[in-house]
């Protein structure tokens, strides 16, 4: 697929790359150079504060885990073994 870089730097995306990846109107991209190619790769961005609350939940539930509070597992089978008890 052909596009082309207009005035301010503008390129449009053609029209099956937007549909495939769902992509609409306001949606954020990371554009990086890499091998020669320029590449846009869909970015969700979250309030810092959103990030800020993810990031306490993250510590407490470290914390738990190390503290021995909450198991935790080596692989998955330990893991659906434990859920299947309380089944």
């Known amino acids: ?17 937007v549909v495939s990846l769902g992509l609409k109107d306001g949606d954020k991209f990371e554009v990086f ?11 969700a961005v979250y309030p ?9 939940i993250a510590d407490k539930a470290v914390g738990e885990f190390e503290s021995g509070e ?5 692989n998955m089978d330990e893991l659906i073994a434990d859920l299947n008890k309380n089944v």
């Open 1 to 17: 697929m052909l596009s082309e870089m207009r005035a301010r730097s503008q390129v449009t995306m053609p029209k099956e790359i």
């Open 33 to 43: 150079e890499k091998d020669g190619m320029i590449c846009f790769m869909p970015v």
């Open 48 to 56: 810092k504060s959103y990030v800020e609350k993810l990031k306490t």
């Open 70 to 74: 909450i198991k935790g597992y080596t």
